[in-house]
């Protein structure tokens, strides 16, 4: 359903008002939470209204997969009951064994999920750098590639894969692209309009925006056989929504352009004051015009260029782990895309094997003053040279 083709108006004003919804009793302007339930069977034994059982047909699930279809210019998206079983989902449809290019710089627990279940499933794995096109050409198996699975911009250097280009070369081969777009969000990059045939959201983070709901979305550029069955592995799999949370989601997308934007702001105004900072050896942000992504960045992320950041701290780990230590504002936390700025020592939770650089921090930028989560940083970052104490 393209929202946008069909109406005058802009994705941005049905999201906000969430298609301008009246519920029938009482015309609140706010969908109820409709519980899961199961529904009554006709006479005839049919089921006329089309729903059967709160498994796949609850109206709340529904209506945040309608936002998120709107959000991305999709023919349909349907929620899950978290990123993961959304990815999941993906790989339960693939219809044989095959061959799957994965981005190198993937969430980590894909990454370890991918490696571990994926091949036990008898599927086979390559990761590769996908910002460079010459290696995602080289590791496509033609005939046997079924899926390339990118991330862009991918934890946690943010680097920057040409969606255009790769759905361009998966196509080629005859595979599916399927895009995690979770850190670009639908505000700044359209996955579908660049090619890609699916795109995948933790919806867990800027989707719902407020640290209090696990969810997961995927939307498709076309209801196709491959689509069918990705639905049928949500029932079947029982990768759910429950109808709260698809509620806390529906609240969330709701504000989700003005959310992002602000995050996009202050993220880029820290990223440039922290270029230079004599503690750290890198700012990574794609932004930035240094970054080795800026160039494509600027094409296909329109508006901004999201609210992640990460800085590499001289002195290494126990360098990194001791500024995370002295921050007061900056909650050390994972996850990302909530309201609160987190800061992570993401090889820490990656554990052993992790292709994370262990000076690296992971910084998810909320809506607070620019100016109190520059200051708070600074100090923090005083402990590795020694000037530490608040300014
Ligand atoms: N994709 C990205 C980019 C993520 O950061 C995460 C979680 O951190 C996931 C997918 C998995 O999502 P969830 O935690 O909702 O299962």
């Known amino acids: 359903m393209d929202h946008e083709s ?37 006479a005839d034994n049919g089921y006329s209204n089309g729903r059967i059982y709160g498994g796949s047909d609850n109206p709340s699930v529904q209506q945040a997969g309608a936002l998120l279809a709107a959000l991305e210019g999709a023919e349909d998206a349907l929620m899950f009951g978290s990123g993961m079983a959304a990815a999941n989902a993906v790989l339960q449809a693939l219809d044989r064994p095959m061959h799957i290019l994965a981005s190198q710089g993937i969430y980590y627990g894909l990454r370890v999920w991918l490696e571990d279940v994926a091949k036990r499933t008898g599927h086979a794995v390559t990761f590769v750098d996908t910002s460079n096109l010459d290696l995602v050409r080289g590791a496509m198996r033609p005939g046997e590639t079924g899926l390339v699975w990118i991330e862009t911009p991918s934890n946690p250097l943010w680097s920057i894969t040409d969606i255009a280009a790769v759905a361009d070369i998966a196509h080629a081969a005859g595979a599916l692209l399927c895009v995690d777009s979770t850190v670009s969000t639908p505000i700044f990059t359209r996955p579908l309009a660049l090619g890609a045939d699916l795109v995948v959201h933790s919806a867990t983070k800027y989707l719902n925006g407020h640290s209090d709901v696990v969810a997961g979305g995927l939307a498709t550029a076309e209801r196709n056989e491959m689509w069918e069955r990705i639905g049928r592995a949500r029932a079947q799999i029982g990768a759910i929504l429950g109808p709260f949370d698809a509620w806390l989601l529906m609240r969330g997308m709701r504000t989700l352009h003005v959310r992002v934007a602000a995050q996009a702001r202050t993220a880029a105004k ?97 809506l ?24």
Do not use: N
Not at 13 to 21: H, L, S
């Open 368 to 391: 607070e003053d620019v100016d109190d989560l520059f200051m708070d940083l600074v100090q923090a970052l005083g402990v590795t040279t020694g000037s530490f104490g608040r300014l």
């Open 6 to 42: 069909r109406s005058p108006l802009k994705t941005r004003t049905i999201v906000a008002q969430g298609f301008g919804a009246v519920e029938p009793v009482t015309r609140g302007l706010v969908s109820p939470i409709y519980m899961s339930t199961t529904y009554l069977r006709d």
């Open 270 to 366: 820290l990223a440039s004051r922290l270029v230079g900072h004599p503690a750290l050896s890198a700012v990574l942000y794609p932004g930035l015009r240094s970054h080795p992504g800026h160039d494509i960045a600027l094409r296909q992320m329109v508006g901004g260029f999201g609210g992640m950041l990460s800085i590499r701290v001289k002195g290494g780990e126990s360098a990194a782990v001791a500024v995370a230590a002295q921050v007061e504002l900056w909650k050390r936390a994972t996850s990302l895309g909530g309201v609160e700025s987190l800061i992570e020592h993401r090889a820490s939770i990656e554990g052993a094997g992790t292709p994370c650089p262990s000076d690296l921090l992971r910084l998810s930028v909320g």
